[in-house]
Structure formats: structure tokens, C-alpha cells
């Protein structure tokens, strides 16, 4: 058995069944590989940023990483945006990086350059492997790293000729432990906390955000009096009926510091010490109002849940079904506004939609008229570096196969990854992608504002986008996806309607 082939079974043998490839010279091993090991299915992305993105959506609905594979420095520089995004979103991945032979490397071919350089700032483990015999017990490793709380990346650079000697062994995976446990004492302390008489709130992400860590959080609320609310970014947030509704955190640091300024004591559970996203000129730069005491009931890397649970049992709260939210609400018409919008989805969404929201400035508000749609997760954009949505998507369509997801899109973030919709087509995904069209940079009009700069001329020019406008439709064609244009709700919920009840992917430009 050659290297390629060891990997790729202990790969297998590890529970990794999905791969997001774009492979190149060094990689062909790998490739060929496929071809003898059945079992793999490997979708190819016609760009690296795209197998990353997709390989984050595919672990947040899965729970379980995927692999990517990734053609040298360069293909792995392209990967590491949607990397980013994903280590925020806690999402477990296995990045193959193919290279030159260990023997050809010191002759600085034009492909070469620093790898693990590279790799660190976006991965939680790197590693060269060194020769054949010892690729697949590098890859057990690298797949261990990935599965340890609370998800991880590992990377894991294979030169060619440990691919293509003799000698490969497949290795079995150990499967790390449990997440560490919040000991009892500790949670005692939240426990007495939430028994005073004081303004508290626990700031939720995470595992918390999913059940049964929703239902015992909003548990321990009732019971308490404390106020819920959730990061401002999430990896993946069940919401809908028969969940617990938790408003995000607001957009912009003074709404931000608004909706925690009665707080005197912020509970962190699995969630971070909330910090602005930039410094702005003589602003605060953490959210924590004056005065507020900052607690932690569980930390990203601790078991979240159990925490919940343990604090819910000193509390005597027990988690009850959600009362019936009332009747679906009814499809809007008038004007294309974000809350109309929002309405409209959750009116049309079917059962267990999967919503990724790179909405950027026109969503902020989606989420508040979304709580009484059917049951549905939602994804969101976790690092702030745009291009993710439509990966995110692609990802997340071959993770819960079944499910429709709705990708709100914004149009400027849409064209950093664009190509994600080849893959939708080639694989029959069933995505539809909403671009919201504003033709412009519209977030960063308000950021030139909130840093104090004065916009001019050129200024401006640097965040509009609409000359030449772009074509959302041809450039969906151009890669196999049906795709129309929707001037108002009347249109937008008609062919909301007709790609939900079709199977493969579609794109609905909207024209705002
Ligand atoms: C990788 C990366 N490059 C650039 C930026 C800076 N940036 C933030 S928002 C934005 C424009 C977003 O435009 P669009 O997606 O159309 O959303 P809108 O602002 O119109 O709501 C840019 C360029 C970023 N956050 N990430």
C-alpha cells in the first residue's frame, strides 16, 4: 500500500468520509487513490476558498469534520479566509496539503514556499509528514486534533513522495475524551448569582444554542429572571418553533452596549468577553457596560451543556415545551424592506430549512421576525471575513442532505466565492441563494462615518459596486444554477416558492 492510499483509508477509518478537493501535480496520488478505496466522496471546488467555507457548513450541520485537500502554499493561501471563519464557528476540519517530494523541496521549485508558515495562524495543529510508513498515523493524529472540544483544525502537509512510496499503514483513531466538565463548586457560585435579586444576563453561544442547551438555558431564565442573550455571530443556532427564542446581540458597539447597560452581571457560557468589532476614535472597546461583573459559567473548550444542565438542577428548573407560537405568519406585500423580507422567508421556509446569512448590513434585522417560522438552523458568517455564505452553503447542503437552505446573500461578499455555485450545480445541491443586490459596499458607508472620516469623491467611490452593475443571473448560468430576478415580495415569494418545491440549486437576485 502506497502513503496516499494509507491516508485516505485511515481517513476513512476515522469517520472522514467527505472531501472538498482541488487538487494539483502533488496531490495526484491522493487522487488516484480514490479510485481504489471506495467509500469517499469527494466534491471539487473550482476554488480552495470554496473547499474551505464548504467544509465549515458541512461540520456545523454534521458535527463531524470533513477534509479538504489543497494544492501547496498557494492553494492553502486561498483556503485560509473561509479557515478563518471556520476555527471562529469551532468548526473541526482536516486540511490535506499536498507538496513537493522532500527531495525536490531544496531545489526551490516555483511551487515551493513555507507551508507551516502558512498554516499556524489558521490551524490548531500543523505537521509535515516525513515519510510513507508513517503518513497514516499523521493523519490519526491530525484527525484526533480536529474531534477535541470545542472542534478544531488540523492541517496536515503531505510532500508527494510520502504519498507515493510503499510502506503506508492505516491507523486507528482514538477518539479524544469528552469536553472538560465544569466542576459542581464552580457552578454553585453561578447557581448563587442567579438566586440574588440582581440584573443578570448569560451571553450564549455554542453548544448552547443548540438543544438541549437552548431549552435548559431558557429553563434556568424562567426560573431565575435572568435575560438570554446570544453572540452576535453564531456557528449554528436552532431556532424557530418549539425553540426557545434568544435575540443576538446587536450591530455596532453603542447598540451592543444598549442592550447590556441594565446588566450588572454578565455569565459567560461558552461565549467570550464581548469586544467591539474595531476601535473606533474615543469609544469603549469592550461591550461589558460600566460597573458590570463579568462571570463564566463554561468556558468554549468546556462541556457547555452539562454546564447548563448542573446549573438548571441546583436551580430546580426544568426545561417545559415552547407554547405554540400562533399561526404561521401570513406572506407580506409592500415595500422590499428587511423586516417584509424577513417575514416573507419565515412564511415560506419549509420544515428544517437551513438559513446562511451573509446578509451583511441589509440583515441585521432578519432575525427578530424569524422566531415564529417553522423549525430551522441558522448559520451565520463567524469571522468577519466575507466570502463565506455561499461555501458555507454548498457545505452545509452535502451535510444535511434533505434539508433546502436559503443563503441571504449580500452581493458584494457574493463575489469573493462565486464559484461555490459551480459545485451546487455539479452536486444537484439543493441551495437557494437570495443575493441581496444593493450595488454597494453599504456596511462601509456607515463605518467611514463611525471612524470620522469625512467621505469624498474617491471615498465613495471605494464602496459602490453598481458601475457596470453586476449580472447575478448570467453569472449564475455561467455555472449550471437557474436563477431570475425579483424586483418586489410578490416576486420574490414566487420563486421562493418554485425553488423550494424543486430539487438542485437556484439563485433569486434581489433587487433592493
Ligand atoms: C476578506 C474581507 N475582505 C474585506 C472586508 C471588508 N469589508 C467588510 S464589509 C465589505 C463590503 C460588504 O459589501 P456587501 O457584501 O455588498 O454588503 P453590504 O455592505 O452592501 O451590506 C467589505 C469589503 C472583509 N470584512 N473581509
Redesign the pocket.
Known amino acids: 500500500m502506497n502513503g496516499a492510499e494509507s491516508l485516505l483509508r485511515t481517513l476513512l477509518a476515522g469517520g472522514i468520509d467527505t472531501c472538498f478537493a482541488n487538487p494539483g501535480t502533488s496531490e495526484m496520488h491522493f487522487v488516484s487513490a480514490l479510485d481504489r478505496v471506495p467509500g469517499m466522496r469527494a466534491v471539487l471546488c473550482l476554488f480552495e476558498g470554496v473547499a474551505s467555507g464548504a467544509a465549515d457548513g458541512y461540520a456545523r450541520m454534521k458535527g463531524r469534520p470533513a477534509a479538504t485537500l489543497l494544492h501547496c502554499g498557494p492553494g492553502l493561501g486561498y483556503a485560509v ?1 473561509n479557515l478563518h471563519n471556520a476555527r471562529r464557528a469551532a468548526s473541526p476540519i482536516v486540511n490535506i496539503v499536498g507538496d513537493h517530494a522532500t527531495y525536490h523541496r531544496p531545489l526551490d521549485p516555483p511551487l515551493a514556499s513555507d507551508i507551516e508558515g502558512l498554516a499556524r495562524p489558521f490551524s490548531h495543529w500543523v505537521h509535515t509528514a516525513k515519510s510513507a510508513v508513517t503518513l497514516g498515523s499523521d493523519a490519526a493524529a491530525a484527525i484526533e486534533c480536529a474531534l477535541s472540544a470545542p472542534g478544531r483544525i488540523a492541517t496536515l502537509i503531505a510532500p508527494s513522495d510520502t504519498a507515493w512510496d510503499e510502506g503506508g499503514e492505516v491507523c486507528a483513531v482514538t477518539p479524544p475524551g469528552a469536553p472538560a466538565r465544569v466542576g459542581v463548586d464552580h457552578v454553585e457560585v453561578i447557581a448563587t448569582l442567579l438566586r440574588k435579586d440582581e440584573p443578570t444576563t448569560l451571553l450564549l453561544t455554542g453548544a448552547a444554542l443548540r438543544e438541549p442547551g437552548l431549552a435548559m438555558a431558557k429553563a434556568i431564565a424562567e426560573v431565575s429572571g435572568c435575560n438570554l442573550i446570544a453572540e452576535f455571530t453564531n456557528g449554528r443556532f436552532q431556532r424557530g418553533r418549539g425553540h426557545a427564542q434568544v435575540a443576538r446581540m446587536p450591530w455596532g458597539l453603542d447598540h451592543a452596549r444598549a442592550a447590556l447597560a441594565e446588566t450588572r452581571h454578565l455569565v459567560l457560557v461558552g461565549a467570550r468577553d464581548p469586544v467591539a468589532f474595531f476601535a473606533f476614535p474615543g469609544k469603549p472597546r469592550k461591550l461589558l457596560p460600566d460597573g458590570c461583573y463579568l462571570h463564566v459559567l463554561a468556558k468554549p473548550d468546556e462541556d457547555v451543556v452539562e454546564a447548563l444542565a448542573t446549573l438548571a438542577d441546583a436551580l430546580g428548573a426544568t426545561p417545559k415545551p415552547e407554547p405554540d407560537a400562533g399561526p404561521r405568519p401570513d406572506v407580506p406585500t409592500g415595500p422590499t424592506t428587511t423586516e417584509s423580507v424577513a417575514r416573507l422567508i419565515a412564511a415560506l421556509m419549509p420544515e428544517q430549512a437551513i438559513i446562511v446569512d ?6 441585521r434585522g432578519l432575525f427578530a421576525a424569524t422566531g415564529g417560522a417553522p423549525p430551522h438552523d441558522w448559520l451565520h458568517q463567524t469571522g ?4 463565506a455564505g455561499m461555501p458555507l452553503a454548498t457545505g452545509a447542503a452535502i451535510g444535511a442532505p434533505g434539508r433546502r437552505v436559503i443563503n441571504i ?8 466565492t462565486p464559484q461555490a455555485l459551480w459545485t451546487q450545480a455539479h452536486e444537484r445541491l439543493d441551495v437557494t441563494t437570495i443575493i ?1 443586490a ?8 456607515g ?1 467611514l462615518a463611525s471612524v470620522g472620516a469625512n467621505p469624498g469623491r474617491h471615498s465613495l467611490e471605494m ?1 459602490d ?1 453598481g458601475n457596470p452593475a453586476l449580472d447575478f443571473i448570467k453569472l449564475a448560468e455561467t455555472m449550471g444554477v437557474e436563477a431570475a430576478r425579483a424586483g418586489t415580495l410578490v416576486e420574490l415569494a414566487d420563486l421562493l416558492r418554485t425553488s423550494c418545491s424543486k430539487s438542485g440549486p437556484f439563485l433569486i437576485e434581489l433587487v433592493v
Open positions: 479566509t451573509e446578509s451583511v448590513s441589509f440583515g468577519g471575513a466575507i466570502g446573500q449580500a452581493d458584494g461578499s457574493a463575489m469573493y441581496i444593493n450595488r454597494k459596499y453599504a456596511v462601509l458607508l463605518e464602496m459596486i
